[in-house]
């Protein structure tokens, strides 16, 4: 063995104890030398665009790669492609997999020390609420969602693809969404962060808003209000009748009327009883009428509460 190999034998099982500490617990920084000298050079010059799944390329043209952004890992004095994969001058060397952080669940990095890699330059904005999350508490990755090498750019922040990533996990609102009744996320018109704050928030279902109905009034600010003649439940919580994703029903609705008035409302001394056949004209009702008109809302078409000054029953 000659002197070289015997100092590269030392540097590999120096970069080793370095790595070792790194996963174990996030106690000292890595050492200088863990890390490539000429950083994304040395990386390309085997990691080209000839690769099947990853394109440098594409890094490239996002905002990762900005060389006059300080900010970035490419950035002056940044640490490039080392900044999110870890110290690689091991992995320069020995071109193994597991001396380098993949971002995959059997990297030798934990999730805590993964998500770490991001959060170091992340903390700060939307992150805030991750620490509170249902995602960090499920144990999600950032690369789950995001994703740093693709062409097309990150399926994250693009309406179309985004809806696609999440609901490859939630499959029940995959389902939702595909009723005829829905949001318009599968035409591409809406995201699922329109209403969630993905990285989590304080909010019930991490609503981007404090509450469910303020979450609705972002879009739908008619329905806020103020009111003259108000109707308690729709002040109350949208989802006493709507669903927020998907229904079978008109209008999102969790139920049909009359159905969908009568859990709350009684039919009695009520032409609503029309349905019954109370009202049939043997009952000295309209029968016939009835059925065209065929719900309450054709009489109450203010259900969301009215301004007319005699709008009192919800009427005009
Ligand atoms: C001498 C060539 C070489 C250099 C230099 C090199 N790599 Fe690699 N890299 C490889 C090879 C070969 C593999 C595949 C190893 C395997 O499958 O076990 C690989 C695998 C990887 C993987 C895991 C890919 C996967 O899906 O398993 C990542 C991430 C990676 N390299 C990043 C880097 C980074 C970052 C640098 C620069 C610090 C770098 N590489 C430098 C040859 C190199
Ligand atoms: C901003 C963080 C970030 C930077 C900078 C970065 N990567 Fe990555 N890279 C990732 C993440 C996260 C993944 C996991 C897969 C994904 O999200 O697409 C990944 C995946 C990879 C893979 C494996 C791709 C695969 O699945 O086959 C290779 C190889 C790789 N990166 C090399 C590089 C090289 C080389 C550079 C520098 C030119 C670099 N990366 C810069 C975050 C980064
Ligand atoms: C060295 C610091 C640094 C690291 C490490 C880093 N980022 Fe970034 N990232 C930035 C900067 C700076 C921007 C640009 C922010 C801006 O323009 O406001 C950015 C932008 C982004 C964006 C928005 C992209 C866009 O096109 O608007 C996403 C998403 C993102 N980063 C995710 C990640 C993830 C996931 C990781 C870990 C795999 C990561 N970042 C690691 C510094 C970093
Ligand atoms: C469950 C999916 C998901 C996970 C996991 C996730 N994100 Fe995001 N992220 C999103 C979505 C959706 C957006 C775009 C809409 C928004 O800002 O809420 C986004 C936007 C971003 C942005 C750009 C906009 C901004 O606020 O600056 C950055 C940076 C970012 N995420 C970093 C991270 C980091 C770091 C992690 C890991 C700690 C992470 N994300 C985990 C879904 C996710
Ligand atoms: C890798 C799988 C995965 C991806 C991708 C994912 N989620 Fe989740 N999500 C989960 C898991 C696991 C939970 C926690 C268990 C549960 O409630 O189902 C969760 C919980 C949630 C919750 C419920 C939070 C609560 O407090 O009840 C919402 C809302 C949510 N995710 C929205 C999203 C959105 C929006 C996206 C895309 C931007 C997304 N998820 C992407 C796995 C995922
Ligand atoms: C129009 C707003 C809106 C959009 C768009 C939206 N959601 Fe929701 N989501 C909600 C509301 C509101 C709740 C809370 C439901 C409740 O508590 O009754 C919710 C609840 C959830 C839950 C928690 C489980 C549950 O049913 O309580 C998950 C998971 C979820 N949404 C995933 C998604 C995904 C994935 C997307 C995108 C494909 C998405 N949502 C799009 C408003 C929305
Ligand atoms: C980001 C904007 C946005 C938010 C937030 C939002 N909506 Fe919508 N809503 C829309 C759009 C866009 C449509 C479709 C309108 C169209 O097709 O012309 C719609 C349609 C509807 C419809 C009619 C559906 C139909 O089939 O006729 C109902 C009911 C509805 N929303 C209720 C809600 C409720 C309840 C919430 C809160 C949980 C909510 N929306 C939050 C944008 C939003
Ligand atoms: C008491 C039940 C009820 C509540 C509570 C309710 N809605 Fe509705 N909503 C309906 C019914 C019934 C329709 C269908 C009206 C029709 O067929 O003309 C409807 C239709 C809608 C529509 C589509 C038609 C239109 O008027 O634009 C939107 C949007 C809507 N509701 C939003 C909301 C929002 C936002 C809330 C909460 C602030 C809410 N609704 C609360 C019963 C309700
Ligand atoms: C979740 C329960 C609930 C549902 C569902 C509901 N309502 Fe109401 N409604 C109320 C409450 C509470 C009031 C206020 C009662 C009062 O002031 O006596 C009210 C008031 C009314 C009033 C005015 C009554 C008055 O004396 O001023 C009308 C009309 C009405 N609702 C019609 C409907 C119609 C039509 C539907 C179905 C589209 C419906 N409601 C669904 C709870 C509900
Ligand atoms: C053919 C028209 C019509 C239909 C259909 C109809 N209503 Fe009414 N509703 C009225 C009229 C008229 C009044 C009395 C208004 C008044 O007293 O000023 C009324 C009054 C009410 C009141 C107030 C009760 C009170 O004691 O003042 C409620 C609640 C109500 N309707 C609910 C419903 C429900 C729920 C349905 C469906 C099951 C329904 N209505 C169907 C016409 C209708």
Request: hydrophobic share 35%; with cysteine; proline share 6%.
């Amino acid at each position: 063995m000659n002197i070289r190999n015997k100092l590269l034998g030392a540097l590999v099982l120096l970069a080793g104890l370095v790595w070792q500490p790194m996963a174990a617990a996030q106690a000292a920084p890595p050492a200088a030398d863990a890390y490539t000298k000429k950083g994304a050079d040395t990386c390309l010059g085997c990691h080209d665009d000839e690769s099947a799944t990853y394109t440098a390329g594409a890094l490239f043209k996002g905002k990762h790669a900005q060389r006059g952004d300080k900010r970035t890992p490419f950035g002056a004095g940044g640490l490039q492609c080392e900044a999110c994969h870890g110290p690689g001058a091991a992995h320069a060397r020995s071109k193994k997999a597991r001396d380098i952080n993949t971002f995959r669940p059997d990297t030798r990095m934990s999730l805590e020390e993964r998500n770490g890699m991001c959060l170091a330059c992340h903390e700060g904005t939307s992150r805030t609420g991750w620490h509170a999350g249902a995602h960090e508490r499920a144990g999600l990755a950032c690369n789950s969602c995001h994703k740093i090498h693709l062409d097309r750019g990150d399926p994250m922040l693009r309406k179309a693809a985004q809806p696609q990533v999440c609901l490859g996990c939630h499959k029940a609102q995959r389902t939702d969404f595909l009723k005829t009744s829905a949001h318009p996320v599968r035409e591409g018109r809406m995201a699922c962060s329109d209403c969630h704050s993905a990285h989590g928030s304080a909010a019930p279902a991490m609503l981007v808003k404090p509450t469910l109905n303020q979450t609705c009034f972002s879009c739908h600010a008619d329905k806020r209000g103020p009111l003259l003649w108000e109707h308690e439940p729709v002040a109350e919580d949208c989802s006493l009748c709507h669903t927020p994703h998907g229904s079978v029903r008109n209008a999102l609705l969790t139920k049909t009327p009359p159905l969908l008035c009568q859990q709350c409302h009684s039919t009695a001394g009520h032409p609503s009883v029309a349905r019954t056949g109370a009202a049939l004209p043997a009952n000295g009702g309209n029968g016939a009428l009835f059925v065209v008109a065929g719900s309450c809302t054709n009489c109450h078409t203010q259900v969301h509460g009215s301004n007319h000054p005699s709008g009192a029953k919800l009427m005009r």
